[in-house]
């Protein structure tokens, strides 16, 4: 073989593995390209995401939920439009058909889910139904977002590309922040059940009904003891439990002023009645029918009401000094928990 026949062997060697190198360099280029627009968003949309889940009204945040949307028809016309690499559409289609999806939850789930929203703080069941509604919503967005990663890698690895670890990164944060919010919502669900039953001994004493008052103060006690109990039986997360002891922290709260401070309600209301009735007997009645013993009846009732009023107001006081201080303790806890373990 003479040296021009080796040059040529030579050349002819080396021109596979450069075509590769090329070929692969290319691929690089496009999948970069074609994706850019739909990775951007994914963090977006993920906060949008934790924002709501996080206590912040879904309402309140409606221009971000729509800038996202029409964010995310931009991408999808914008990658539709992107041509194939050497006929291979899977990639592209794969963008495609996953941001289709992306806009399909964040419109039309969505919009079911604002309505829902509505009324979810009316009771348990339309709570739970509310809180099952995002979590389907967050399964369906991260089930699409594992979907398109397997279409990358397989793109990748058609074309000998070697990927970098920061979309593995960007899912085991969406990963990581998905199963935090899911333990929340499993704990807060508990709690709501105990904060609602609350609500409705607020709602009879505002009323002055003592039926109802008594009814729902000891349902108050029944679900808070429950809620205690199942709290203690759930796991901590990652070794944390700070969020289950706070929890637990709000439900004895409950407890205690279903036995303290809503204990004696109804014997104010009872006495407030009998006030109200002597006060009545006594003003309808002339100077000639008011006898002393119906002066004593009312004066008895009188001071009876305002000692009764005094403890009242020193009860309602105490619920709500302290109901502001364990809903204010749970809320910074919820914060710190999340944001700790979506990191």
Known sequence: MNFKNLIISSIFLFLPALCVAQNTQEATAYMNEVSQRTFELEDETWDYLKAVTRGKKARKIED??????????????????????????????????????RYTVLKEDYDKILDMEEIAEQSYDAMEAYILAKERASEKLDSAFKELLVAQNTFAKTYDITMNDDRSKQQERIEKAGATLKYYNDIYLIFFKVYKQEAYVLVAIEEGDISGIEQNKSSLKTLAEAGIEELKEMQSYKGDATLKAEAIDVLEFFKAESENEFSGLSDYFLKKEEFEKMKNRIDNASKRERTQEMIDQYNNAVNEFNAANQEFNKAMESSYNGRVKVLTDWDKKVEHFITNHSK
């Open 64 to 101: 971000k939920r729509e800038e996202l949307i029409r964010a995310i028809r931009s991408a999808q016309i914008y990658t539709s439009k992107k041509r194939a690499f050497y006929g291979n559409t899977a990639f592209r289609d794969a963008l495609v058909n996953f941001l289709d999806l």
